[in-house]
């Protein structure tokens, strides 16, 4: 694996507080099912089990990879207390945490190091 020895992080952004922070719910799910989103050319359906319940958070990653499906089975951290957001006819119920899409770079997964139980919080 190599690294673009051109890349240039970005400005961090403004400071928080530790309250703001502790206002945001990350939490680890298992992402069960891949589908597209009809009439989307970005945007792809995850269906997410975080133990005690499963729901459906959209993301645009249809282009980022080659074969959406194969990010079925794996754990990602998502933020599960965002307001739903409707989107193509579809429902967002939180937010897939990705690394490298607001930098250009293709984005990966930000996974847990191991399998631990679905619902864990971040933080």
């Known amino acids: 694996m190599t690294v673009d020895a051109g890349f240039k992080p970005a400005p961090i952004k403004p400071i928080i507080s530790f309250a703001d922070l502790d206002r945001i719910d990350v939490r680890v799910g298992t992402i069960v099912l891949v589908e597209d989103v009809a009439g ?9 089990d975080f133990g005690d319940h499963r729901r459906s958070i959209l993301a645009g990653m249809k282009q980022e990879r080659e074969h959406p499906r194969e990010i079925e089975g794996q754990q990602a951290l998502f933020v599960v207390n965002l307001e ?40």
């Open 84 to 123: 739903p957001k409707k989107m193509m006819g579809e429902v967002s119920e939180g937010m897939l945490f990705d690394i490298g899409y607001a930098d250009g770079v293709k984005p990966a997964l930000a996974v847990p190091e191991s399998r631990i139980p679905n619902g864990t919080r971040a933080g």
């Open 40 to 48: 989307s050319d970005k945007l792809l359906k995850l269906t997410v």
